[in-house]
T-cell receptor, first 109, second 111 residues
Framework: KNEVEQSPQNLTAQEGEFITINCSYS?????LHWLQQHPGGGIVSLFM???GKKKHGRLIATINIQEKHSSLHITASHPRDSAVYICAAYGGATNKLIFGTGTLLAVQP | DGGITQSPKYLFRKEGQNVTLSCEQN?????MYWYRQDPGQGLRLIYYSQIVNDFQKGDIAEGYSVSREKKESFPLTVTSAQKNPTAFYLC??????????FGDGTRLSIL
């Protein structure tokens, strides 16, 4: 079992839908990253959070430390949101980034 | 604009050859990292460096080597000892307690 698990692995949505991607982790963490990887492969950091909630434009990230769970929400989804979304936790014995396997999101017009 | 530059974008290697992947950053970050990405798996840490002239092995260092002679540069050499080098390689950098910044990656294939 991976220390960082994401669900779903694949997600297809219609433009305008509200999207939720979930991340659960089994190690103690100091912070959690949400990353976006576009088809070319480059990765962009969306959020880093250690408690509560952060919002940037149509993106919202939440984390519940007690439940060891984080969610990434996209409101009013758009085809340009199509990408792989990766959850990564700073944790474990070495406080290095531990990555989930990613969620492939396709938003259809 | 500040950022991380990885080159080349695509790289082909013959069996038994060493190849070096370039990573340069102008963000003035102390820490730099190399990750490997395989289909269906999360990124895995190969090597990292927290300061010039110092680096540590990550989770999958066998068959790889690095150097950190300058703050802005952290090249990765994939040696012939790496039996399955075909993968997507990502370089990242950061300052303490801040999000890592990633390059656009290098895709390595074996001929």
């Amino acid at each position: 079992k991976n220390e960082v698990e994401q669900s779903p692995q694949n997600l297809t949505a219609q433009e305008g839908e509200f999207i939720t991607i979930n991340c659960s982790y089994s190690v103690g963490i100091s912070a959690l990253h949400w990353l976006q990887q576009h088809p070319g492969g480059g990765i962009v950091s969306l959020f880093m959070l250690s408690s509560g909630k952060k919002k940037h434009g149509r993106l919202i990230a939440t984390i519940n430390i007690q439940e060891k769970h984080s969610s990434l929400h996209i409101t009013a989804s758009h085809p340009r949101d199509s990408a792989v979304y990766i959850c990564a936790a700073y944790g474990g014995a070495t406080n290095k980034l531990i990555f989930g396997t990613g969620t492939l999101l396709a938003v259809q017009p | 604009d500040g950022g991380i530059t990885q080159s080349p974008k695509y790289l082909f290697r013959k069996e038994g050859q060493n190849v070096t992947l370039s990573c340069e950053q102008n963000l003035n970050h102390d820490a730099m990292y190399w990750y490997r990405q395989d289909p269906g798996q999360g990124l895995r840490l190969i090597y990292y460096s927290q300061i010039v002239n110092d680096f540590q092995k990550g989770d999958i260092a066998e068959g790889y080597s690095v150097s950190r002679e300058k703050k802005e540069s952290f090249p990765l050499t994939v040696t012939s000892a790496q039996k399955n080098p075909t993968a997507f390689y990502l370089c990242a950098s950061s300052i303490a307690n801040q999000p890592q910044h990633f390059g656009d990656g290098t895709r390595l294939s074996i001929l």
